[in-house]
């Protein structure tokens, strides 16, 4: 009887059994059931998509017309220009400051953009640049939204847990700055994000590694119960200067801890749609995997090894294994400590490499989500065992925003 593994590679090598590999697809089925399960663990509180997660116009879209979802977080100003444009959406906040003089200048010449572009912001510096682009009483007002910074600082600052973000951590320092910004014109402060990276973005259950799964869930409970406090009096200092419309936070990680602070509006997702490999080390929910890349067999080195064209699509981060594309179906499959996954070649040992013929598909996942949407010019959209769409990758639109 063949396994849910086997039926799956057979559907996929049927659906793309006329494309030449290497490919991408994604598999609308399991992306509408991700973007349900997120929805429900949302819990109502409306979710705003990753951009950067997607990297596709039409997915981003289709994501946007399920209920739940609303709303774009974009990586670069450049980027959430063209998606409003593109009509995409009129809701697009920037997720990172942004010093591009030609796409500051295109936003403050269009009333469009200006009412549906935040930008972010954590240091008045960054509004100071702002104005030299383009004073004040030559423009519009902008909107902005204050990055809080949700790591979690133990001992003084001298223990830090998460990432290193935003100067303003502390709840004085988020008042200060709407203080600030509340007296200076051109600016309109309308929403305050924090994004708890040492919750949203680590898994908590590292396979072998009992002691490191163990300080990840204490110090993931602790930073939470702190973040939790912070952020309710950090979110009541801020409403004291400015009329806040949105407070956004969290990740696929975190969505339902997230969901359920009450000072937290919203909350932004998107890796969790294509279900790439760092979420296999989640307790608290595991997409099911949706984006794939194959690859095509095209060697034989030595008997137990079969070699597939390319396979080394990197994902960013601290430079270890779980970065690595892993090899996925046919199941029993493994890279070479000594070789890894190659810029053109990757050697693949395991049980089931024996099997593999010269022309045969090794399908693959990647390890982050949109970072696959930088190797391919399209994705193959699946639905049972056909093919029913070819869409662009931002790539594949000529479109490289970092």
Not at 107 to 122: N, Q, R
Not at 188 to 209: F, H, N, T
Not at 336 to 355: D, S
Not at 371 to 378: F, S, Y
């Amino acid at each position: 009887m063949a396994t849910d593994s086997e039926n799956l590679r057979h559907r996929l090598d049927r659906a793309t059994a006329r494309l030449d590999p290497p490919y991408a697809v994604v598999d609308l089925r399991a992306f509408d059931s991700n973007a349900a399960a997120l929805a429900d663990r949302a819990d109502g509180k409306p979710l705003r998509i990753a951009s950067k997660s997607l990297r596709s116009r039409e997915l981003i879209a289709r994501a946007l017309a399920r209920p739940g979802w609303h709303g774009v977080m974009s990586f670069t100003l450049p980027e959430a220009i063209w998606l409003v444009r593109t009509g995409v959406s009129a809701d697009v906040l920037v997720a990172y400051p942004t010093v591009d003089r030609g796409a500051l200048a295109a936003l403050v010449a269009d009333p469009m953009l200006v009412a549906a572009v935040t930008l972010m912001v954590d240091d008045p510096d960054q509004l100071d640049f702002c104005d030299a682009v383009s004073s004040p009483g030559r423009r519009p007002e902008l909107r902005i939204c204050l990055d809080l910074d949700a790591s979690w600082r133990l001992l003084g600052g001298r223990v830090h847990v998460g990432v290193r973000r935003s100067p303003v951590h502390t709840v004085r320092a988020a008042g200060r700055f709407a203080a600030t910004v509340a007296y200076r014109p051109g600016f309109r402060l309308v929403g305050l994000m924090s994004y708890e990276a040492q919750i949203a973005g680590l898994g908590d259950a590292p396979p072998g590694k009992a002691a490191l799964r163990t300080a990840i869930r204490l110090a993931q409970r602790g930073s939470y119960r702190e973040l939790l406090a912070r952020r309710s009096t950090a979110v009541a200092a801020v409403r004291e200067h400015a009329d806040l419309e949105f407070v956004n936070g969290g990740g696929t990680g975190s969505v339902a801890t997230t969901s359920a602070d009450p000072a937290v509006t919203e909350v932004t997702a998107g890796s969790g749609l294509y279900g790439p490999t760092l979420f296999d080390t989640y307790r608290a929910w595991q997409p099911t995997p949706a984006a794939l890349f194959a690859c095509p067999v095209v060697r034989r080195p030595a008997p137990g090894l079969a070699t597939v064209l390319g396979g080394g699509w990197i994902a960013s981060g601290t430079a270890d294994p779980s970065r690595l594309p892993r090899p996925w179906l046919p199941t029993g499959l493994r890279l070479l400590g000594t070789e890894g996954a190659g810029e053109v070649q990757t050697p693949l040992a395991g049980p089931r490499a024996a099997a593999l013929r010269i022309g045969d598909r090794v399908w693959f996942r990647h390890a982050k989500s949109g970072e696959l949407c930088e190797r391919v010019n399209e994705l193959h959209l699946v639905d049972g065992d056909r093919v029913v769409a070819t869409v662009p990758t931002y790539r594949g639109e000529g479109r490289a925003f970092l």
